[in-house]
């Protein structure tokens, strides 16, 4: 049983040729409105792959918040401990997508940023696996990581944090190459893997877009795994639906090389269509089925 506890952001995404740069005016190609957030595209997307799953998370009390809810409870999320704040919007996110996939990506927090300690309490007896990001308050994910007694991971995303001890309390830490250097201090992407992999309790997982996944762990044992050839349409939510991936397969049991492996391609199946969640496991099979690739058994 997994619990999440994060983010819910309205994405509104505006699709373009080239993502513009400051001062430029550009057309958008379409635009479109989707269900994200990196806790909830965590969570449903581990709920898709057959997870057990409850979300931890805030929305306002807008219409936003009534339409989050009904979605979480259509996939089949537990959202017991979904909190709806009073007199605070929703979160919201502006994603520019270009025709190469890339993202630029402007989140207004909201609700997300009221997730309080106390809020999240309850729920820390519930699941093996616990999965937290950067998208709600320090002091919550500090909390949770604490209080939590099973195994913990953190997508240190955003990279932004007042106390860096939080790092020290995750078993396995997930930040994406930009992330892992700015942890780490350095712009040497293996370096910065080896110092956060001393810091988490069991390991660290950079992953490196098109370029795969390296895993550095604790004792300094290194593995890496190349990305899955695919064209990409937009890689919006690929580094959430990989710890979702992560996430159900260490919660059956796998091996953190194993588990690593499988959720790097299940990343890679991600970024072939638009929005930030991940393949339900029909698709992932019948896109073993239709390319020929045998990622897994199933
Ligand atoms: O990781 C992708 C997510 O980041 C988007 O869904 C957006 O809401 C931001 O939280």
Known sequence: MILVIGSYNVDYFVVVEDLPKPGETVRALRTFSAHGGK??????????????????????????????????????????????????????????????GRNMIVVEPGANYALKPEDVGDSLEWGNVLLTQLEIPEETVKYALNEFDGLKILNPAPARLKDYSVLELADILTPNEVEATELAGTNEVSLAAERLAK???????????????????????????????VEPVDETGAGDVFNAALAVFLDKGLELEEAVRRANAIAGISVTSYGALGPTWEEVERFMHTTGSRLFEP
Request: glycine share 10%; no cysteine.
């Open 39 to 100: 806790g909830s595209n965590q969570a449903v997307s581990a709920r898709r792959l057959r997870g057990d799953v409850a979300l931890v998370s805030a929305v306002g009390d807008d219409s936003s918040g009534k339409t989050a809810l009904e979605f979480w409870r259509n996939e089949g999320l537990e959202v017991k401990w979904v909190k709806v704040k009073t007199g605070i919007p929703t979160g919201k996110a502006i994603i520019f997508v270009d025709v190469r």
């Open 199 to 229: 810091k988490s309790r069991l390991a660290t997982v950079v992953t490196l877009g098109d370029r795969g996944v390296l895993v550095v762990t604790r004792e300094g044992k290194r593995f890496r795994f190349d990305a899955l050839k």
